[in-house]
């Protein structure tokens, strides 16, 4: 009963507070992160994340599952086919933002710390862009395209980077080896789940067969068993799980890549690939942001609670400055060495500074391993929501006429 009235209250509490903010313009992530923050040790103490507890183990357990499901649903809007068809101009200014941003960030991280593994961690995290965020607030920008697919390889990028800090954090090193070994098992995933999504899903179309029973939720349960599936691999074989649930994803969206004979069965397609978007999202996505907000105050030391003083100002001032400058400077630069001059750099520099969901998964994953102590990720969460925050106004600032 404990676990179902905390599951109620986190969840009607996330569901209002995300449609609010989606409402006003800002993303819902905010919301559902500050009611973990709200009812969580760091303010109102209600719900406590305790280990052992069966209630907070159950909490952890669903908040696990929003999580393949986020990875899952990045995933299937990466669409595969666009990566292979990403302009130049776009991959530029993607590797030139993640470059700067990471550098920028390791610098921070490391001068504050002295741990090599803790600021690859946040530089990985600052390195990144939101999709989600990018799609939400570029609609009428001539340069929407662009941006987009420089957001999406910047996921493919964080994707990698995750991986390789999963390996390191279980083998508690991190040297040429981790590195080499990291790559080849990230790449030979990804080359396996590539040819099996295009026999399975562009050949065979073996989802076809699943589109009768549609109305059932068989379409649904496919993905989320696949998800659960390739997540599984991706542990067994030294990887982190959110990296099989992302290859899960792609895999589905590899239905996009089709031909379709009539209109009507791409309006199809488009509707049910919209309906399992929607349906993963709209309840499980929500409870990982909470439990990132009830981590906020999580302390690894039993007996101790969370106190605001644990949270560096200097430091939160610093990464901040670090996450902005990072993009502004290196989306900047990409920008201006692919021909973009003026008023244009500003914009793309400035629609790049989001983070967002990839981002906090990043992060968790540091917490939870213990690679990231809870100052720094209260720290790091605080940056995140602050460029999700403030990136779509200073955006609106930039592009007035």
Not at 79 to 99: E, T, Y
Not at 206 to 235: D, E, N, Y
Request: charged share 10%; proline share 2%.
């Amino acid at each position: 009963m404990e676990f179902l009235l905390a599951l109620l209250v986190l969840l009607l509490l996330a569901k209002v507070f995300g449609e609010a903010l989606h409402y006003i313009g800002l993303s819902s992530l905010i919301g559902e992160v500050a009611v973990g923050i709200i009812l969580g040790p760091a303010l109102l103490g209600w719900i406590i994340i305790t280990p052992g507890d069966s209630t907070s183990e159950a909490i952890r357990g669903v908040a696990l599952l929003g999580l393949i499901v986020l990875m899952l649903v990045a995933g299937m809007n990466s669409r595969f086919d666009m990566l292979m068809k990403v302009k130049f101009k776009a991959f530029v200014i993607s590797i030139s933002g993640v470059a700067v941003s990471f550098v920028l960030g390791f610098w921070v991280a490391y001068a504050w710390s002295q741990q090599l593994l803790t600021s690859l961690f946040v530089a990985a995290v600052l390195s990144n862009t939101a999709t989600e965020v990018v799609i939400r607030f570029t609609e009428h920008s001539p340069f929407r395209d662009l941006m987009v697919g420089a957001a999406l390889i910047d996921d493919i990028f964080a994707v990698y980077i995750l991986g390789i800090l999963s390996t390191a954090t279980l083998t508690q090193t991190l040297d040429f080896s981790v590195l080499i070994w990291s790559t080849l098992g990230i790449v030979s995933f990804f080359i396996i789940v590539v040819y099996l999504s295009h026999e399975l899903i562009i050949k065979r179309n073996i989802m076809r067969k699943l589109w009768r029973f549609q109305q059932r939720g068989i379409p649904l349960t496919f993905a989320i068993i696949l998800a659960l599936v390739l997540a599984t691999v991706a542990q067994r074989i030294g990887l982190h799980a959110i990296i099989g649930a992302y290859m899960a994803g792609l895999f589905i969206g590899r239905l996009r890549e089709r031909p379709m004979v009539t209109l009507q069965s791409r309006i199809r397609l488009n509707t049910m690939m919209e309906s399992i978007t929607t349906s993963l999202q709209s309840l499980l996505t929500p409870m990982f942001f909470v439990f990132v907000g009830l981590s906020f105050g999580m302390n690894p030391s039993p007996g101790q609670l969370f106190h605001w003083s644990q949270i560096s100002l200097v430091l939160l001032l610093a990464l901040t400055i670090a996450a902005f400058g990072g993009k502004l400077i290196g989306c900047g630069a990409g920008a201006a060495a692919v021909g973009y001059r003026g008023r244009d750099l500003a914009e793309i520099g400035t629609a790049m500074c989001a983070r967002g969901s990839l981002e906090l998964a990043i992060l968790q994953f540091g917490l939870l391993s213990g690679v990231v102590d809870s100052g720094l990720f209260a720290v790091m969460v605080m940056t995140a929501l602050i460029t999700t925050i403030l990136t779509p106004i200073l955006y609106k600032y930039v592009t007035r006429k």
